[in-house]
């Protein structure tokens, strides 16, 4: 075998060896729409319940809904800290008890499931602009 050969099956191992790797590490993520003002996206903790930390961006028109699967009885910490600017964040759901506070520059909120099956949203906006860091974790 030449050289070149080898060089391409070593390229195509590593390759088969990625993608092998992404689709047994399960993620949150279930689904993502972006549009030009609106940014959707959809988790779920079934699989994995490992904290999910986010770093995004926001502002002006432009806004960010993060949709989260949840069961009766689920309880999830959500924490918004601003990297820059300051980000408005807001929690809505049919069948859902919340619990807000501040911890020191972050914005915490307990969100405890009462209904029996719920897809609770947390939003965020910022004007002019914001940096933020999104931690989601099932407790």
């Known amino acids: 075998m030449n050289r070149s050969c ?5 390229y195509g191992l590593i390759f088969i060896l990625l993608v092998f790797l992404c689709a047994c590490s399960p993620s ?4 993502q729409q972006q549009r030009v ?5 959809y988790l779920e903790f079934m699989e994995n319940v490992q904290p999910l930390t986010l770093v995004a961006e926001v502002g002006g028109e432009h806004m960010s809904f993060y949709k989260v699967l949840a069961f ?5 910490k959500v924490r918004i800290s601003a990297l820059d600017g300051k980000p ?6 049919e069948g859902i008890h919340t619990q ?3 911890d020191g520059s972050s914005w915490l909120c307990v969100v405890e499931v009462k209904a029996l ?3 609770f949203t947390i939003d965020l906006s910022a004007h002019p602009f914001s940096r933020y860091q999104l931690r989601i974790e099932k407790l």
């Open 100 to 102: 807000e506070s501040l």
């Open 6 to 10: 080898k060089t391409q099956s070593l």
């Open 28 to 31: 949150q993520i279930r689904y």
């Open 72 to 76: 009766q009885g689920d309880k999830f």
């Open 88 to 93: 408005f964040a807001g929690i809505s759901g």
């Open 37 to 41: 003002s609106r940014d959707y996206t």
């Open 117 to 119: 099956e719920t897809l």
